[in-house]
């Protein structure tokens, strides 16, 4: 049986729009986390982009439908790799304006193309954009957090990675033949898109409603008391993330110092590599240890999803928070040493602390990370302070290569 594109453009409205339209009908009813909120939005950008192209096809060739059409289908797929971000606990706000700059691209390239007869316009753009966002979409769901531990997603990341390559094969056919080559056509036409579009909006739907319900059954609501810890006491990701949210909010009413630690430990790979497995997690536990028993009594201690210590506290002043880094610094180095560890690794400190970096948490996460970088690149510092150590650095760069 063969299907005009007419009909195929119709069947995938119909389903875009009762598979979406369940969705973001269940996202209206309930209590629902961000990352559901943003997967509705990317099923509501679906539903337009199809609505779209079929006045284009009936309004003989109006260039408004079009524009809105490729828009809209890219901010679908860009939607959905957002969301994928926002499941996995990390910052969407610079990602959402890259979203949207290209959004905006792509509207304006379907003006720009308007003039050239026969040509799909603005489709290069479009073509590009959605490889883009179901690459980076797949890399989320395989690659990262909460998403990459769960086989739930593993659907989710398939359809995405599928969609990218065939998003990637249309752009170099439109390229190198031309969208009214006969190839074209036949292989990468908008009726194949169009049943690629259905199995993306099934599979999309199905995982997206399955990750909600164990994200719900798992973590609770975004006021849930429950907690995951770690056998040790650690707090996991999510609820370290949670935890520091909620004092840096309090932090931020009183204004009040508030500072973000984080353990940065180098060569656990190599230690595995040369000792085994066993002692480089034996490096892993003191380290651990050492942390938790000079930690202070108030503060929350926890890991990100690569297993990198932070611990989130309030001290006095800088000065007390660099203090304590260089405490804990020490007390780790002993600790390995008592324990009787084969190799002692290098060990980078990094603070951020609310008077430099603001009260954002994923600023002041991000912030301690590239303090404990520069921490561990550096010969003969073991703690950098974000913001102070920074201008220091800054100054002497400059006197060196005045």
Not at 161 to 186: K, N
Not at 360 to 389: F, N, P, Q, W, Y
């Amino acid at each position: 049986m063969t299907l005009d594109p007419d009909t195929v453009r119709l069947i995938t409205a119909l389903v875009v729009h009762v598979a979406g339209g369940l969705f973001v009908l269940e996202t209206m009813v309930r209590k629902d986390d961000r990352a559901g909120r943003v997967w509705a939005l990317g099923f509501i950008g679906g539903m337009i982009a199809t609505e779209a192209f079929i006045v284009y096809t009936v309004s003989e060739g109006s260039w408004w439908p079009l524009a809105i059409g490729n828009a809209a289908w890219v901010a679908c797929l860009g939607l959905l790799w957002l969301g994928c971000r926002v499941f996995n606990g990390r910052a969407a706000r610079r990602p959402a304006y890259v979203l949207g700059a290209t959004v905006a691209l792509v509207f304006l390239a379907a003006l720009i193309d308007v003039p050239l007869e026969g040509a799909w316009s603005g489709a290069w753009v479009m073509f590009a954009a959605n490889a883009a966002f179901g690459a980076l979409g797949a890399f989320e769901t395989f690659r990262r957090g909460a998403m990459r531990r769960t086989r739930t997603a593993l659907g989710l990341g398939v359809v995405l990675a599928l969609a990218s390559v065939f998003q990637a094969v249309r752009l170099v056919s439109a390229v190198t033949l031309g969208t009214e080559h006969p190839v074209f056509q036949e292989w990468v036409s908008s009726g194949l898109a169009g049943v690629a579009t259905i199995c993306l909006s099934i599979v999309a739907v199905t995982v997206a409603s399955v990750l909600r319900a164990e994200q719900v059954r798992l973590r609770g609501t975004e006021d849930s008391t429950l907690m995951a810890i770690a056998p040790d006491g650690v707090l996991l990701a999510p609820s370290f993330s949670r935890v520091l949210g909620g004092r840096l909010m309090r932090a931020n009413r009183r204004a009040e110092l508030f500072g973000v630690l984080v353990v940065r430990i180098d060569a656990l790979s190599r230690i595995a590599t040369a000792f085994g497995a066993d002692e480089a997690d034996h490096v892993r536990q003191a380290a651990r240890a050492a942390v938790r028993r000079l930690s202070p009594t108030t503060a929350a201690l926890g890991t990100d999803d690569h297993g990198i210590l932070m611990l989130a506290f309030q001290p006095s002043s800088p000065a007390d928070a660099r203090q304590l880094a260089a405490r804990m610094h020490r007390a780790m180095l002993d600790q390995m040493r008592t324990a009787g560890v084969p190799v002692v690794p290098p060990i980078g400190m990094g603070v951020s602390l609310t008077s430099i970096t603001g009260y954002d948490r994923e600023a002041l996460i991000e912030a301690a990370r590239s303090a404990a970088r520069r921490a561990m690149a550096s010969d003969d510092v073991t703690v950098v302070v974000a913001g102070e150590d920074d201008e220091t650095d800054q100054a002497l760069g400059q006197a060196v290569r005045r």
